[in-house]
């Protein structure tokens, strides 16, 4: 009873802020009765609140402080004072250790655990005060593996299938009851991949032997090699989990799964594909918490970020993001709708498939089974009453035809199309059947973009540029700089990158390039028109990310050609 008036007051508190409607608190409340989630996580997971909003109004209404674990860095001595198994054990995390006033600060998600705190109290003696902050339950989770660093017992699960004995170690990570070891083995590997951040999970096999490689940051690493003898159950258990026929081995096959890892879903799009070895499995990871970046944190200029504001605010037109495979493409179209996701606008996608499920949009897949194409999904959609439609890819004259044909009728479009630039967007339509007269004046702008890794901060090395870097960042002569390169650390598995980021180059089309591309001017009339506007090149962004120490000359090379710089 005393729990139900706790939910209450909670659901109500939001109701009262605002935060969610009586409707929402109301489908919270039947969903919490029936899988017994906290309110909290469950009003996160339908997507009506962030963790941060939960976090920050219960701190306020209890009178305590609140922390966002994201951006604390690990304090060696308050790890010291707390041993890994009790942190885990009691869901607290040591943030900070106070010397002179000996506080021990530790953030915890149930800030009314007693037990949790007498227990902690007891351990450290008396000596040392405790001082709790709320932090949220997910980010929790996830910073007690970040910062004690985990163990995963993969060696001691393979150890446990050569010689039938059984690895406790491996038991304790996943629960107390025995399962069998093919089965701890496959999710310790996937745990293994999403704590690293990686893209991909890809399983190999070989004549002799098992390949296990992750992409990481864009960059395919091997991982493990395993003997062959363990590839039929790794094969069977994959194909098990993601609803995939375990009978079907001579053709291509596609499934989904879900498991809670670190606090929260992750989902993995699973494909099979028959070699001479055996099937080869690749498993995309689709972390939504990280596939959704607000477009004030995606490092922008500030000039590129007003252009795009001021673009969105365009009621129709086709907003084009281009870019080869793997270049962030989804990503960036999801943080552009995202900034407009409000119960004012109906957003309605059409994808091949839906990655990232998102509150408030009507996402729909493009699949042969729904009998639904790009261009019939339209022709659907133009009926569903939308302001904005996202179409994940213009590849054919339809689609394309399509999409303008939405343009043109008063509706805000989204798109991706495959070239090397935000130029070369006009010869590409051109080449699929778009007539210039109509390209004139429907399209509202052009974002072409590439990631590049980020250096490792607690790595990189400083040095000057030799003459032939400084003229690729085309410097002026005695102009003096320091520029950075990746060396390799423990903290970013030697690579010397952590993360990626997004180098952009953005055409805002206004009537002076329209006029231009109605009467299919040459490129570089198209160029040197844009130049003169301050269109920032993709070369031009990368170069500024190498000045500002986030990423290196090298790095930057790899995806863009920087000869053209040179003078």
Same mark, same amino acid.
């Given at each position: 009873m005393a729990e139900q008036k706790r939910k209450l007051r909670l659901g109500e508190l939001m109701v009262q802020q605002g935060l969610i409607s009586q409707d929402q608190l109301r489908i919270a409340l039947m969903e919490q009765d029936q899988n017994n989630i906290p309110l909290g996580r469950q009003l996160v997971r339908l997507g009506f609140v962030t963790e941060a909003m939960v976090r920050d109004l219960v701190a306020h209404t209890i009178g305590q402080e609140s922390i966002d674990l994201a951006t604390v860095i690990a304090d060696s001595d308050a790890m010291k004072l707390v041993p890994e198994d009790f942190a885990r054990r009691y869901h607290l995390l040591p943030v900070a250790y106070e010397d002179p006033s000996k506080t021990l600060v530790v953030a915890m998600a149930d800030m009314f655990n007693v037990v949790a705190l007498d227990q902690l109290r007891a351990m450290l003696g008396g000596q040392i005060q405790v001082k709790p902050v709320l932090a949220a339950e997910a980010q929790l989770e996830e910073y007690i593996d970040q910062f004690y660093g985990y163990e995963l017992s993969v060696d001691g699960i393979l150890r446990e299938i050569e010689t039938g004995e059984i690895d406790y170690q491996s038991l304790q990570a996943d629960g107390d009851e025995y399962t069998q070891p093919i089965v701890r083995l496959v999710g310790s590997l996937l745990m293994d991949a999403v704590k690293r951040n990686a893209s991909d999970i890809h399983f190999e096999p070989e004549q002799a032997f098992l390949r296990v490689r992750y992409r990481i940051d864009g960059v395919l690493q091997q991982i493990r090699s395993l003997h062959k003898t363990y590839w039929p159950g790794i094969v069977v258990r994959l194909k098990v989990i993601s609803g995939m026929d375990i009978a079907e081995t001579r053709a291509p096959q596609d499934g989904r799964l879900q498991i809670n890892l670190c606090g929260r879903p992750i989902d993995f799009r699973v494909a099979s594909h028959p070699t001479i070895h055996g099937e080869n499995i690749v498993l995309r990871v689709l972390d939504r918490e990280k596939s959704i970046i607000p477009l004030e944190r995606m490092g922008l200029r500030v000039e590129t970020l007003n252009e795009l504001k001021l673009m969105m605010q365009r009621p129709e037109g086709i $907003?084009?993001? =281009? #870019?080869? =495979?793997?270049?962030?493409? !989804? !990503? !960036? @179209?999801?943080? *552009?709708?995202?900034?407009? /996701?409000?119960?004012?606008? /109906? %957003? $309605? =996608? @059409?994808?091949?498939?839906?990655?990232?499920?998102?509150? $408030?949009m009507r996402q729909t897949s493009v699949a042969e089974v729904n009998k639904v194409d790009f261009a019939n999904g339209i022709r659907s959609i133009m009926r569903q009453d939308p302001d904005i439609i996202l179409v994940g890819e213009i590849r054919d004259a339809d689609t394309a035809t399509m999409a303008f044909r939405a343009a043109m009728t008063g509706?805000?479009? &989204?798109?991706? *199309?495959? !070239? /090397?630039?935000? *130029?070369? =967007? &006009?010869?590409?339509? *051109?080449? %699929? #059947? %778009?007539?210039?007269?109509i390209m004139a004046g429907n399209i509202i702008g052009v974002v072409a973009q590439r990631l590049v890794r980020v250096l490792c901060p607690h790595c990189k090395e400083p040095y000057s540029p030799a003459d032939h870097e400084r003229k690729q960042l085309n410097l002026k002569v005695g102009q003096d700089v320091v520029i950075y390169r990746h060396k390799g650390c423990k903290r970013c598995y030697y690579t010397g990158y952590r993360g990626r980021m997004a180098i952009i180059e953005l055409l805002r089309i206004d009537s002076d390039i329209d006029s231009l591309v109605a009467r299919r001017a040459h490129m570089d009339e198209l160029r040197a028109l844009a130049y003169e506007k301050g269109f920032v090149t993709l070369a031009d962004d990368g170069v500024r990310r190498i000045l500002e120490g986030y990423t290196s000359l090298a790095e930057v090379m790899r995806v863009i050609d920087l000869t053209s710089r040179i003078r």
């Open positions: $907003m084009v993001v =281009t #870019g080869p =495979t793997g270049s962030g493409k !989804t !990503t !960036t @179209l999801y943080s *552009l709708l995202s900034h407009q /996701n409000t119960e004012a606008v /109906n %957003i $309605m =996608t @059409l994808e091949d498939p839906v990655e990232y499920p998102v509150t $408030m509706h805000q479009v &989204f798109s991706t *199309l495959h !070239t /090397n630039s935000a *130029l070369g =967007t &006009f010869p590409r339509l *051109l080449d %699929i #059947g %778009i007539l210039p007269d």
